[in-house]
């Protein structure tokens, strides 16, 4: 069991729930970009192309913000572990956004916060507060809402199914991948976490490329992974960071922001709104996300597990 680091300042932890709206933000760009992508090639040739993209925008950023020194793995084994256990909640996600609407997706993903947070106090001994668990049960609730607009409805078949299968499966690998970034980053810095993932992300795309196949290139399909490739390097720069600086069970519940916003991008691309039980779920997700931003800093009275 990994020992529980000291409580984090308020500062700290502000700075954190930041980055990982930031972080939440820059995912559902990369969402709607995967969304896209899907119509023109195939898993694999996603997962490759995404991974290896974000490599040079990892590149620039790591050249203005981090000697070279940082750049390298301390514990490589670790990252390997982050690596591989990432790749593959990628690669289910990817087909889960292949498969549903962005919004759709997106609440299956949402499983991730709530298992992670279980994971955490286990793990790695954080204070779990009742707000916490309140603020996680509503969130929980909203996903489940949002969830039932898109079952219910006509012309699922196999693949819709499939992709709620990868969907749930992607989310309980990712809890298990947050925790393990959370006590990586006690030795490993920032930027060493993105670069080795993005390395080891673009060597399982390509074994997965020999699987699914290559489709030729398009300048729409070019737009779509390039964005792909920025919004995914954005996004692991501000999650590790975030988790750096707050508890993993704090940043849970904001998390379901992002279903707010796939929302709103939704709306603005292809003029499609939630009906009343996607609404509902907006309005839960958003009541969890004020619960835990009530006050600056995590509630430590409430259950511990060591």
């Not at 992508?37 to 996603?46: M, P």
């Not at 292949?98 to 994971?119: C, H, R």
């Not at 707010?260 to 292809?270: G, I, K, M, Q």
């Amino acid at each position: 069991m990994v020992a529980s680091s000291p409580a984090p300042t308020s500062g700290s932890t502000a700075s954190g729930v930041g980055l990982r709206l930031a972080a939440v933000g820059f995912a559902t760009g990369l969402g709607f970009c995967i969304h896209g992508a899907a119509d023109h090639a195939r898993t694999g040739q996603i997962v490759f192309l995404r991974s290896a993209l974000s490599i040079p925008f990892l590149l620039v950023w790591a050249a203005a913000m981090a000697p070279v020194a940082d750049w390298r793995p301390r514990a490589p084994r670790k990252h390997l572990v982050r690596g591989v256990a990432g790749g593959l909640s990628m690669v289910l996600n990817f087909y889960a956004l292949g498969q549903l609407p962005v919004s759709n997706a997106q609440a299956l993903s949402y499983l991730a916060p709530v298992l992670s947070i279980p994971a955490a106090v286990i793990l790695l001994g954080e204070r779990l507060s009742r707000r916490t668990v309140i603020a996680v049960a509503l969130g929980f609730a909203g996903m489940i809402a949002m969830l039932y607009t898109a079952i219910d409805r006509p012309g699922w078949g196999l693949g819709q199914l499939t992709g709620v299968m990868a969907g749930i499966a992607s989310a309980g690998i990712m809890a298990l991948v947050r925790v393990h970034i959370k006590a990586m980053t006690a030795t490993e810095t920032t930027i060493s976490i993105a670069l080795s993932f993005a390395v080891v992300t673009t060597c399982l795309g390509a074994v997965a490329v020999a699987v699914t196949g290559w489709v030729p290139m398009t300048p729409v399909l070019w737009a779509w992974m390039l964005g792909a490739g920025a919004l995914g390097a954005a996004t692991h720069v501000t999650a590790t960071a975030a988790v750096a600086r707050a508890p993993v069970s704090t940043l849970a519940p904001f998390d379901y922001a992002g279903l707010v916003f796939a929302v709103v991008l939704e709306f603005a691309l292809y003029s499609v709104l939630p009906g009343p039980w996607g609404w509902l779920g907006i309005g839960l997700i958003m009541a969890a996300g004020l619960l835990t931003a009530w006050t600056g800093r995590p509630i430590a009275a409430g259950l511990r597990l060591r």
